[in-house]
């Protein structure tokens, strides 16, 4: 089952605007990754975020992470074209035993029009 | 350093075939993950393999296997195909797989299956 589900969806925007995508999960986590995919080709990791922390920044990017409403969004700043892509929130869970399995969400597709 | 390639990029089988995936991971990586990646299921964890050994498994039924050698390449085998098996099938790399490192992802397999 999916631990992390995003949302929007689908985002459209124009270039120059900032785009903001949110992320929910299920259980405690030891952190939060997100990565970016274009079209049907591997992904490419963007941003990760441990439980400890409540922002950080890379870039145009910007993650939050509040576990108190197991929640994270990621901001993209000054949008640009090549940012369309679709992208994901992977959580890696605190479990006992074995933790390293990370547990993804459906993605958001992003499409920022020129 | 490389990236993770993974062969053949397309393949289309029929029903009832078996498939042969195969995945090179980024010199240095010890553990390999296979993803499964569909529109309406998103990116679901198959297995992880880390020095030769399957430290992780998804939820897929026993018709999807794998194996890993000792120079970390890993292959991954579906048997007994079946319409629903069509899917961007990822392979990832890390260092040692632990929650915090980094999954370098390869362009993927797309298979068909009519």
């Known amino acids: 089952s999916q631990q992390g589900e995003e949302d929007p969806q689908a985002l459209s925007i124009q270039e120059g605007e900032n785009a903001t995508m949110n992320c929910s999960y299920k259980?405690?986590?030891?952190?939060l990754q997100w990565y970016r995919q274009n079209s049907g080709r591997g992904l490419v990791h963007l941003i990760l975020?441990?439980?400890n922390e409540r922002e950080k920044h890379s870039g145009r990017l910007r993650v939050t992470l509040d576990t108190s409403k197991k929640s994270s969004s990621l901001l993209i700043t000054a949008s640009r074209a090549a940012d369309t892509a679709s992208y994901f929130c992977?959580?890696?869970?605190?479990?006992?035993?074995?933790?390293?399995?990370?547990?993804w969400g459906l993605g958001t597709s992003l499409a920022v029009n020129p | 350093k490389a990236g993770v390639t993974q062969t053949p990029r397309y393949l289309i089988k029929t029903r009832g075939q078996q498939v042969t995936l195969s995945c090179s991971p980024i010199?240095?990586?010890?553990?390999v993950s296979w993803y499964q990646q569909t529109p309406g299921q998103g990116l679901q964890f198959l297995f992880e393999?880390?020095?030769?050994?399957?430290?992780n498994k998804g939820n897929f039924p026993g018709r999807f296997s794998g194996r890993q050698f000792s120079n970390s390449r890993s292959e991954m085998n579906v048997s007994t195909l079946e319409l629903g098996d069509s899917a961007l099938y990822l392979c990832?790399?890390?260092?040692?797989?632990?929650?915090?490192?980094?999954?370098?992802f390869g362009p993927g397999t797309r298979l068909t299956v009519l």
């Open positions: 992977a959580t890696a869970p605190r479990m006992a035993g074995n933790n390293r399995k990370l547990i």
């Open positions: 990832a790399s890390a260092t040692s797989g632990g929650p915090t490192d980094t999954q370098y």
């Open positions: 975020i441990r439980s």
């Open positions: 393999y880390f020095s030769e050994t399957q430290r």
């Open positions: 259980t405690s986590i030891n952190n």
């Open positions: 010199s240095g990586h010890r553990s």
